[in-house]
């Protein structure tokens, strides 16, 4: 984990996923990309590469698995995994439970809110803290009645009933 910049936001993420994510961008760089290496080097043998699909295909299977290392690399480089506080105010790393501000039947509804690297990890739903509901309640804690804008422009009202630290 690197320091940030002020305009890399940095993303959540559990240690045990970040531990898991490492290792399979380590897979990705060792053992994976050595297959692809040696599917182009065997379609290469094969002579003509202008009419080549094996090799057309091998070197696009490269160039996704060199995305997702970029992709990985980036998400890794970026991951907070500090343990936030058990103070019951709504950050990263929390699973927050709410429900609709009026809605009659009082439903509770339940999200991680955190990097949605995180969805493999949570069986639930994540928010990040860059989503209109993550922004609004983010500092908030249980009892608090917060309103936002929604994604499709409408005024929401939520009331939070409870922000607890995600256990993996």
């Not at 996923?17 to 599917?39: F, I, N, S, T």
């Not at 490269?62 to 103070?87: F, S």
């Not at 009892?143 to 804008?149: A, D, I, R, Y």
Request: aromatic residues 6%; glycine residues 8%.
């Amino acid at each position: 984990m690197t320091q940030q910049t002020e305009t890399t936001p940095t993303v959540w993420l559990a240690k045990s996923a970040y531990d898991q994510l490492a290792a399979q961008l380590a897979d990705m760089k060792g053992p994976q990309r050595q297959v692809v290496v040696a599917e182009i080097s065997a379609a290469r043998d094969e002579g003509d590469l202008k009419e080549n699909g094996g090799y057309h295909a091998a070197r696009e299977a490269q160039g996704r698995l060199e995305g997702e290392i970029q992709a990985l690399e980036a998400l890794l480089r970026t991951a907070d995994t500090t343990e936030p506080a058990d103070d019951g105010i709504v950050a990263a790393g929390k699973v927050v439970e709410y429900k609709y501000d009026g809605d009659d039947d009082d439903e509770v509804e339940t999200f991680l809110l955190a990097s949605i690297e995180m969805k493999p990890f949570y069986d639930g739903d994540v928010f990040s803290p860059q989503a209109p509901i993550g922004q609004a309640l983010l500092g908030h804690k249980a009892g608090e009645t917060v309103e936002f804008t929604g994604p499709t422009g409408r005024t929401i009202k939520v009331q939070v009933l409870r922000a607890e630290r995600f256990q993996a």
